[in-house]
């Protein structure tokens, strides 16, 4: 254990305009290195594979992330085996029908000369889970948790300069574990930090907004430093801050006394002339750069992305961001990238996020668990507000070996390793310490949920903590009431599937601050409407923003005989279907719906798929009636389909070819208006009429038979980076370039160049296939390519082609 060091505070200097004075410093890329590329994997249980000296040559060679879970699965069988799917998979649908199991990783690497004298840390950003870490045969440590950061020191065990050393991880993702599918690996990344002994401690800065105005601002900053040397030194900390704008927005100065084998946490207030603020719509951000001087030379140089801005909650004012009204239009997430799996490769973080804002969503819950740290960054850049979730268990399990398992020993360390990690991010404005807990309501839940917001508080006083409660359909005669005492111990009550309760609450709790930490997408207008009348509720959260794998088929809307319930339908459902968003990034109908409940647009519209005669359609709870925004349906001709229009007017106008089929008038307390339509192919318009004049306007034209490929990549220049990709949309159209929506056409993909085929496939929540062949089907007349750089600059060609059809191509330049 390290003891505590002395600090001796000996100048000061503030100031808005000094020059970085230039030094012989430790660049960002030698203190810390990418540790991603050339490992060695097998899939397999062995023995002794932790060895220095075992034989690994028949290993297969990845770059991390990486998800063997996403992977196909050996002895293919139609019908049972498909891609990584496999009928019997222990984790069933609730993981998409994947596999975990054992898998081992094992990389080789030189000490390099320069690291004479030096501190090596291996950081591993998330791993699934259950991980042992060996160098040469030492064993470093294992960790339980699949969604925390953690580190080690590898210095006592590295071989001496120019010596080969062998890392190896054992990987477990074993038995039933999990409720959604949450891949197996080490699915983000990995890097090593060489530091001198005298160094910035890992996750070591830390800062806050104490007070910002448009003309001011003060913050805080805590700096902790490590002095693993046989030596005292004298030195000075410098922290400099730098704009948006690349100036010098401020400079502190502080003399250091450290003591041998000690460790010392500075304290620095700073002020800052005219910030710019961080917020949702312009997320502007500042750089912290913290460096430790001794003997006049920077041994240690560490920068930190902060944000300047403050949050309030209250039942009265509501949330605040730098004192303005914020309506948190939220999604839940999970932390899959559709066709990726679980690997975290940076530009999927961004574009999922990137997704969301295009769609009005300005804030995210990462149900349920820490999200990756390149998800947060994305969310700083782009104003993306954040609920930062630890657990979706405590003591009580939801499966036999989920993180119940661990908790005791490790929820301490677990929920340090996620707030020291992510508290500098201007995204984070929530903690959340669970999920639906089994006993969030009785005497060891409440000691619980006391602990964890007490550490909480501990480690980051400056934002509120939450926790999402559901009714108790686990405990058969408790009221609602009993969640008072929980509610008594949370900053902000996450209310899942509540709506009902928030006023009454209210009445009984006037301070209360809620949230809605879960809802149904069908019931989007209900909640929101509550948002926008009551300030004491935050904001709600939809389940879910995006299509994830596992929960296979809790959004499904099925035609059957009768009217009955199901949670799940099982085989051959491998995602969620419940999102906004689908698998593969395109908005869903009720995304549709969601812009006019959010005043988005001003219209909308859904024809409903017909109901086969003899049928009723069965709605799931979070599924959604199964419509399209299409008016192309060969063979209903003159028969009658059902038009729904969304619209915040009070009457809408509904016309075909021209002619006008009808008007409704809305109702009050409602958005939609519903027609019955004799199907004839065409221009499908409904109108906005306010004031008798015509407003807003959405249509629908039919398509013709399927005549060629389109290829639309969302961007054809990327970095040459593996962390890059390029997604290509391919869609099926007609002679006028309109998307052929019943279109379910093979596609073939070719590549060329210097990239890969990353992934390909469709939103199809049923047409299970490998995400790894250069063969797909389009569903609803999409699908999906994932281009991905080898790390060279040059061009890479993909084509597709699909018989009868007219090929096409894309180029995208990696530079």
């Not at 009785?442 to 508080?457: A, K, M, N, W, Y």
């Amino acid at each position: 254990m390290m003891k505590k060091g002395l600090l001796l505070c000996l100048s000061l200097a503030v100031a808005g305009a000094f020059a970085q004075t230039k030094k012989s410093v430790q660049s960002g890329s030698s203190r810390n290195i990418p540790f991603d590329d050339h490992w060695l994997f097998i899939r397999d249980s062995i023995a002794g594979a932790e060895q220095a000296n075992y034989n690994d040559y028949n290993w297969r060679k990845v770059d991390l992330p990486h998800d063997w879970s996403i992977e196909d699965l050996p002895n293919q069988k139609p019908g049972e085996i498909i891609g990584p799917f496999n009928k019997n998979a222990v984790g069933n649908g609730a993981v998409g029908f994947t596999v975990g199991g054992t898998g081992w990783y094992r990389k080789r690497f030189l000490t390099a000369d320069a690291w004479q004298g030096k501190l090596i840390n291996i950081n591993f950003d998330g791993v699934y889970m259950n991980s042992d870490v060996w160098l040469n045969g030492h064993q470093l440590g294992n960790h339980p948790y699949g969604y925390t950061p953690f580190y080690y020191d590898l210095t006592p065990y590295l071989n001496k300069a120019g010596k080969e050393n062998v890392l190896a991880v054992r990987v477990r993702n074993e038995g039933k574990n999990s409720r959604w599918y949450s891949g197996s690996g080490i699915y983000r990344h990995v890097w090593l930090t060489v530091t001198n002994p005298i160094h910035i401690a890992p996750w070591g800065i830390y800062i806050t907004t104490i007070v910002a105005t448009g003309k001011s601002a003060r913050i805080s900053i805590n700096s902790t430093l490590n002095n693993r040397g046989r030596l005292a030194a004298n030195g000075s900390l410098v922290t400099t801050i730098i704009g948006p704008d690349k100036k010098t927005a401020g400079r502190i100065v502080r003399k250091l006394n450290l003591e041998k084998d000690a460790s010392l946490t500075d304290g620095q207030t700073l002020a800052i002339a005219h910030p710019v603020l961080w917020s949702v719509e312009k997320p502007r951000l500042y750089r912290a750069i913290t460096e430790v001087e001794i003997g006049g030379k920077t041994v240690d140089r560490v920068e930190t992305t902060f944000g300047i801005r403050t949050i309030h909650v209250d039942a009265t004012t509501g949330l605040t961001l730098n004192g303005k009204h914020v309506l948190l239009k939220g999604g839940c997430i999970h932390h899959d990238d559709g066709l990726l799996g679980s690997a975290t490769i940076d530009r999927a973080e961004e574009r999922k996020i990137e997704i969301l804002k295009q769609n009005g969503f300005n804030a995210i819950r990462t149900s349920h668990n820490p999200p990756s740290k390149q998800l947060l960054d994305v969310c700083d850049r782009l104003g993306m507000l954040v609920i930062d979730e630890a657990f979706d268990c405590w003591e009580r399990g939801k499966n036999p070996e989920d993180y119940h398992l661990y908790f005791k020993e490790w929820w301490k360390k677990d929920l340090e390793a996620m707030i020291f990690r992510d508290r500098n991010h201007p995204s984070v404005i929530f903690w959340s310490i669970g999920n639906e807990v089994n006993e969030r309501a009785d005497s060891s839940g409440l000691r619980i949920e006391r602990q964890l917001t007490g550490e909480v508080h501990r480690l980051d006083p400056t934002r509120p903590v939450t926790e999402a409660i559901c009714q108790f359909w686990d405990h058969p005669g408790y009221k609602w009431d009993t969640t008072a005492r929980a509610y008594a111990q949370l900053d902000v009550g996450g209310y899942n599937y509540q709506l009902n309760e928030y006023e009454t609450d209210h009445q009984k709790y006037p301070d209360r601050i809620m949230i809605g930490t879960e809802s149904y997408p069908t019931a989007a207008l209900e909640n929101w409407n509550m948002v926008e009348k009551h300030p004491y509720v935050l904001g709600d959260f939809v389940w879910t923003a995006v299509d994830y794998m596992g929960e296979a088929s809790i959004g499904h809307s099925t035609f059957e005989k009768t009217k009955k319930y199901a949670f799940s339908l099982g085989w051959p459902w491998y995602n969620a279907w419940c999102g906004d968003i689908d698998i593969i990034g395109n908005k869903k109908p009720q995304s549709f719906y969601r812009d006019v409940v959010w005043r988005i647009k001003p219209i909308a519209m859904a024809v409903h798929t017909p109901v086969p005669e003899g049928l009723v359609e069965n709605v799931s709870g979070w599924g959604w009636p199964q419509e399209s925004q299409s008016w192309t349906w060969p063979g209903m001709e003159g028969k009658q389909m059902d038009v729904r229009v969304f619209s915040r007017a009070h009457l809408v106008r509904l016309m075909l070819n021209g002619k006008v089929i009808g008007e409704q008038k809305i109702a009050d307390g409602s958005i939609t208006a519903e027609f019955k339509v004799p199907y004839e192919p065409g221009t499908l318009t409904a109108v906005n009429v306010e004031d008798g004049k015509q407003t807003g306007a959405v249509e629908f034209k039919t398509a013709g038979a399927p005549r060629r490929l389109l290829l639309k990549a969302d961007r054809v220049n990327i970095k040459s980076s593996r962390n890059d990709l390029s997604y290509v949309q391919v869609e099926v159209v007609d002679d006028k370039n309109q998307v052929v929506p019943m279109a379910a056409i093979p596609i073939k993909f070719s590549i060329s160049g210097v990239g890969e085929l990353a992934a390909a496939g469709s939103a199809s929540p049923t047409e299970l296939a490998s995400f790894h062949s250069s063969e797909t089907k389009t569903f609803e007349g999409r699908c999906l390519a994932i281009v991905r750089p080898k790390g060279k600059a040059g061009k890479i060609i993909l084509k597709a082609t699909a018989d009868g059809m007219a090929p096409a191509e894309v180029v995208i330049t990696t530079r």
